[in-house]
């Protein structure tokens, strides 16, 4: 079976189009890695993104990172990845984040799911819902695959800010 990872956004407001417009796209999400129950999966969690010239504004989307190669050793830290992806090699396939927090167990599940690809993480620190309340959250974003140009650590510590 083949491994893969899955790196999802926060909110955010700009459209697969904006990107769709150029070939390859050099890309760079920061996020915390959190190895996933599916084997050789890991989700890189919490994540934000720099795209050049899209305003400053953040992209919807899923990526899967073409390699998992190293991330073993980083689960737990916050890394930078950068790489290209191409949007129009990627147009129109979409994918789903799916969310749930237990607030009576105290279990939170997060999900990506993209055609037959899936990564989960249980009990990972993302907010859902409120206290004492069981809550779902699901969201459709366009998929790309991140062809890995580079990966470093920038912090030992996964620094959620919530």
């Known amino acids: 079976m083949k491994s893969f990872i899955a790196g999802l956004c926060g909110a955010t407001v700009l459209t697969a189009a904006a990107i769709a417009a150029q070939n390859e796209t050099m890309v760079t999400i920061t996020g915390c890695v959190e190895k996933a129950t599916q084997p050789g999966a890991y989700v890189i969690s919490h994540l934000t993104e720099s795209v050049p010239d899209n305003g400053g504004r953040p992209l919807a989307a899923i990526y899967w990172l073409n390699t998992t190669k190293g991330l073993h050793d980083q689960i737990g830290h916050t890394i930078e990845v950068t790489g290209t992806v191409n949007a129009k090699g990627d147009r129109a396939q979409k994918g789903k984040v799916k969310a749930q927090a237990d607030g ?7 999900a990506v799911e993209t055609g037959l690809k899936k990564a989960e993480v249980v009990n990972t620190d993302i907010p859902v819902g409120t206290s004492g ?10 998929v790309y695959t991140l062809h890995v140009k ?11 800010g919530s």
């Open 150 to 160: 580079s990966m470093r650590m920038i912090d030992a510590a996964c620094r959620t």
């Open 133 to 142: 309340t069981v809550t779902k959250v699901e969201i459709e974003r366009p």
């Open 104 to 110: 009576i167990t105290g279990q939170t599940k997060l």
